[in-house]
C-alpha cells in the first residue's frame, strides 16, 4: 500500500512541526490536525500472489481519490504547496484526480447519507456555475426532444462526468413523470419516454440505476474496496505508514479519535498483520552489513543490484502482470501504484535475506511466505516513528522505549535574550539537533546521533557549557521539588529546635 497526500504537515498550526522531543501520543495529536486538513490524491494497491514455483505475481493498480460530494456536507481540504510541486514534478495528473478522482466516505459520512436517503432529503452538493450548465443543458435537450417524441422513443445525453450522470437522471425524473433513464456507461445517459404506469413499474423493479442502494454503493466508491481489504485479513505492507494508516482509518472508517490508544486498537483491529519495511530495512542495516538508504526506491535499487546473499538460495522471481508491465519497463517513482510494487518487493527480498542469515541450515530453494513472516515476526506491527521519542510505534502493544543518546543541556553565561533558534543555528555544523527551552539560562540537545567532539568542543566556551542531561539534576520540577523539600526540611528544623529551646 502506499498513498500520495495534497499535503502532510500543517504549517499554518503553531508548534507542530515534528521533533525529537515527541512522545508518540504527542506526534499522534499533531498529525491527527494535519490528516484532519489534508486529503488522499492517490492510493496504490500492489498484490502479491505466490505461484507453485519461487515466483511472486504482482498486480498493482492506481486510485485516483476525491471526497465523496453525494448526499453529505461539502469536504473541505488544504492544499500544501511544496507536496503539490513536488508531485507535479514527478508528473502527477491533477485533473484526473480532481475530474476522475473516485468518491469515497467514512462510517460517519455514510450513516448521515444513509438517513437522507431514507428521509428523501439528500441531494448532490453540485454548487459550482460549471455544474449547474451540464443541468441546464441535459433539461432543455430533453424538454424540447419530448414534446415531439412518442412513448418507447429514446435519446442519449453525452458528455457526463462523475455524479452528473447520476444527478441529470433524478432530476429529469423528479420534473418529468413520462420519462425513464439509463446510464449506458462511457459519460451517456439514455432517455426513453414512457407512460406515467410503465415508469412506476421500472422504478419497482431492479432495472432501476437509481436505487437506494445503488446510490448508496456509488457514494461509498473506494470504501467498497477498502472493506474488501479489511475483511480479508491479509498482511498489509507499507513504508514509514504511519500517515498512511491515520489517513485509512479517518477517510474511511470513522474519524480519527482523540485517543492515541484508540487509534492503535482501531488499527490492529482492522489490519491484525502490518510490517513497514522502513523497519525491516533499519534492521538490516545491522545484521546484514546493509547500507544506509534514505529512501524505498534506494532500498529497493540497493536489494536488486548487491549480492548480499552470496551462499543460498536466489531470492524469489517478482513478475508484473501482464496488464502492470508498465512498471517492469518503466521507473515510476511517488505514483502511489509503483511505490506499492517497491514495498512489496522490498519487504520480499529483505524477508528472504534475514532468513537466510538467520539459520546455519541450509534454506530450502522455495521458502514459503509463512517462513518470511517467521523471521519477519519482530517487526510485524511495528510501524517506523521518524525523529521522535521511540523508535517505532507497536500496534499490538506498548512502544518499546528510545534507544538513541541521551540529551545535552546547555547552559548560558553571560548571553542574554538567547533563543532556540540562535542555539540551533549554533550547534547544526556539529550535527542536527532539536531544540527545546529548559529553563531562563538552559536548553536541551536531542539528536537520533552525536559525537562526543560535542562535549570537548564547548568545554572553555566563554558563554556555553555542554553537558550530558540527568534528569535528577537539571530537571526543573525535580529542582523546584528539592527546592520544596529543602524550606520544609529548614522550617523543621527551626521549629524542633525552637520548640526544645521554649521547654528548656
Known amino acids: 500500500l502506499d498513498m500520495e497526500f495534497t499535503g502532510l504537515h500543517s504549517t499554518s498550526l503553531q508548534n507542530n512541526e515534528p521533533s525529537l522531543f515527541d512522545s508518540p501520543v504527542e506526534r499522534y495529536a499533531k498529525a491527527r490536525q494535519s490528516v484532519q486538513r489534508f486529503t488522499l490524491v492517490q492510493l496504490g494497491l500492489a498484490i502479491f500472489s505466490k505461484e507453485n514455483s519461487n515466483k511472486y505475481v504482482v498486480h498493482s493498480y492506481n486510485f485516483f481519490l476525491f471526497p465523496s460530494t453525494l448526499g453529505i456536507r461539502d469536504v473541505e481540504f488544504s492544499l500544501s504547496a511544496s507536496s503539490?510541486?513536488?508531485?507535479?514534478?514527478?508528473?502527477?495528473?491533477?485533473?484526473?484526480?480532481?475530474?476522475?478522482?473516485?468518491?469515497?466516505?467514512?462510517?460517519?459520512?455514510?450513516?448521515?447519507?444513509?438517513?437522507?436517503?431514507?428521509?428523501?432529503?439528500?441531494?448532490?452538493?453540485?454548487?459550482?456555475?460549471?455544474?449547474?450548465?451540464?443541468?441546464?443543458?441535459?433539461?432543455?435537450?430533453?424538454?424540447?426532444?419530448?414534446?415531439?417524441?412518442?412513448?418507447?422513443?429514446?435519446?442519449?445525453?453525452?458528455?457526463?462526468?462523475?455524479?452528473?450522470m447520476l444527478e441529470v437522471q433524478l432530476v429529469l425524473r423528479q420534473a418529468l413523470e413520462n420519462v425513464w433513464t439509463q446510464p449506458l456507461g462511457d459519460k451517456k445517459v439514455m432517455v426513453k419516454k414512457v407512460s406515467p404506469e410503465h415508469r412506476q413499474l421500472l422504478e419497482n423493479s431492479s432495472y432501476d440505476h437509481c436505487q437506494k442502494k445503488l446510490i448508496l454503493l456509488s457514494a461509498r466508491g473506494f470504501t467498497n474496496l477498502f472493506q474488501i481489504l479489511v475483511n480479508a485479513k491479509k498482511p498489509l505492507v507499507g513504508h514509514n505508514m504511519l500517515m498512511d494508516l491515520m489517513h485509512l482509518h479517518d477517510k474511511f472508517y470513522r474519524p480519527l479519535p482523540e485517543s492515541y490508544e484508540e487509534f492503535k486498537r482501531n488499527i490492529h483491529n482492522l489490519f491484525p498483520v502490518i510490517i513497514d519495511t522502513k523497519t525491516v530495512t533499519k534492521s538490516l542495516q545491522k545484521k546484514c552489513l546493509f547500507p544506509r538508504v534514505s529512501s524505498l526506491s534506494e532500498a529497493y535499487a540497493v536489494l536488486c543490484s548487491s549480492n548480499l546473499n552470496p551462499k543460498g538460495p536466489p531470492c524469489p522471481v517478482i513478475a508484473l502482470a501482464s496488464g502492470c508491465s508498465r512498471y517492469a519497463e518503466k521507473k515510476s517513482p511517488h505514483e502511489a501504484g509503483y511505490d506499492a510494487f517497491l514495498c512489496g518487493s522490498v519487504l520480499l527480498m529483505s524477508a528472504h535475506l534475514l532468513l537466510c542469515r538467520s539459520t546455519d541450515d541450509a534454506v530450502e530453494a522455495d521458502p514459503s511466505?509463512?517462513?518470511?513472516?517467521?523471521?519477519?515476526?519482530?517487526?510485524?506491527n511495528k510501524v517506523n516513528f521518524i525523529r521522535g521519542g521511540v523508535s517505532s510505534i507497536n500496534f499490538s502493544g506498548e512502544d518499546a522505549p528510545c534507544r538513541r543518546p541521551p540529551a545535552l543541556v546547555v547552559h548560558v553565561r553571560g548571553w542574554p535574550g538567547l533563543t532556540e533558534r540562535q542555539i540551533y543555528q549554533e550547534f547544526k555544523a556539529h550535527c542536527s539537533f532539536d531544540v527545546r527551552r529548559l529553563s531562563k539560562n538552559q536548553f536541551i540537545l536531542l539528536s537520533n546521533t552525536y559525537k562526543q567532539l560535542v562535549l570537548r568542543d564547548y568545554r572553555h566556551h566563554p558563554h556555553l557549557q555542554v553537558s550530558v542531561y540527568r534528569h535528577w539534576r537539571h530537571s526543573p520540577s525535580v529542582n523546584c521539588l528539592l527546592q520544596i523539600s529543602g524550606i520544609v526540611a529548614l522550617w523543621s528544623l527551626l521549629a524542633f529546635v525552637l520548640g526544645g529551646a521554649r521547654s528548656c
Open 84 to 164: 503539490i510541486q513536488f508531485l507535479s514534478h514527478y508528473g502527477f495528473d491533477y485533473n484526473k484526480f480532481l475530474k476522475d478522482g473516485i468518491p469515497y466516505m467514512n462510517e460517519v459520512q455514510e450513516k448521515i447519507l444513509r438517513q437522507r436517503l431514507l428521509a428523501g432529503t439528500w441531494k448532490v452538493c453540485s454548487t459550482s456555475n460549471a455544474d449547474r450548465d451540464v443541468l441546464k443543458k441535459a433539461i432543455d435537450e430533453v424538454t424540447s426532444w419530448i414534446a415531439a417524441a412518442k412513448e418507447e422513443d429514446t435519446m442519449i445525453l453525452h458528455d457526463l462526468n462523475g455524479y452528473h
Open 369 to 380: 511466505f509463512s517462513q518470511y513472516l517467521t523471521v519477519l515476526a519482530e517487526h510485524v
